[in-house]
């Protein structure tokens, strides 16, 4: 027996991503609104509120690197979703380390274990979000993830993204700083 449930774009299972944004003061924030969305070129679509830090950061240098956290910086994954960026700066706080990237001047989270460099291609206005068409630049990836043909292959990474069934959209517990921190170390 279904029911018919209100419109939504339920759909599982989902990634949960990094954005990082902002070239001299870098923000990051958690995506869930992400899709390949072509091959060849390969470009990557990612939807942002107006309402976030990053969507202005975006907007203003053009470009954007999606990192791919491990299982254990899952309460990192909360906190960046959470607050935001006007605010505090997560990156410092939390005690991420970024690295410079190859293509773009956007840098990338060095504790995740793959990066994608994108340069904006497209911006599309959905009512709530603005999509950003993303052409991908550059994909760094840890060796231990990579096949023999040196493609990354998930499975080496004993699930590599937020690997939980329900998206936890508005995580409200409290942040507990030195936690942040562990969680930046993750189990490599
Ligand atoms: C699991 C998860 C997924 C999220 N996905 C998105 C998303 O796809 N698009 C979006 O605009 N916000 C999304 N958010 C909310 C932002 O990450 C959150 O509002 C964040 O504080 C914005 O940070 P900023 O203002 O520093 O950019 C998500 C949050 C969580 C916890």
Request: charged share 25%.
């Amino acid at each position: 027996m279904k029911q018919i449930l209100e419109a939504n774009t339920t759909l599982y299972p989902v990634p949960v991503v990094l954005i990082t944004a902002g070239i001299a003061k870098t923000n990051v924030m958690t995506c869930n609104r992400i899709a390949s969305c072509s091959a060849e070129p390969p470009r990557l679509a990612i939807s942002v509120r107006p309402t976030r830090y990053s969507h202005r950061l975006i907007k203003e240098t053009r470009e954007f690197v999606v990192n791919i956290p491990s299982p254990a910086q899952d309460i990192l994954t909360d906190y960046v979703g959470v607050v935001t960026g006007k605010k505090e700066n997560k990156i410092e706080i939390a005690g991420m380390k970024l690295a410079p990237a190859h293509f773009v001047k956007t840098p990338l989270l060095a504790d995740c274990p793959v990066n994608i460099e994108c340069v904006v291609e497209h911006e599309i206005e959905l009512d709530s979000h603005t999509m950003f068409i993303g052409l991908v630049k550059a994909v760094h990836a840890e060796e231990r993830l990579l096949n023999e043909n040196g493609e990354v292959d998930f499975s080496r990474a004993q699930g590599i993204a937020y690997d939980w069934a329900v998206v936890r959209e508005r995580p409200t517990y409290n942040f507990d700083v030195a936690e942040l921190r562990r969680a930046v170390e993750l189990e490599r």
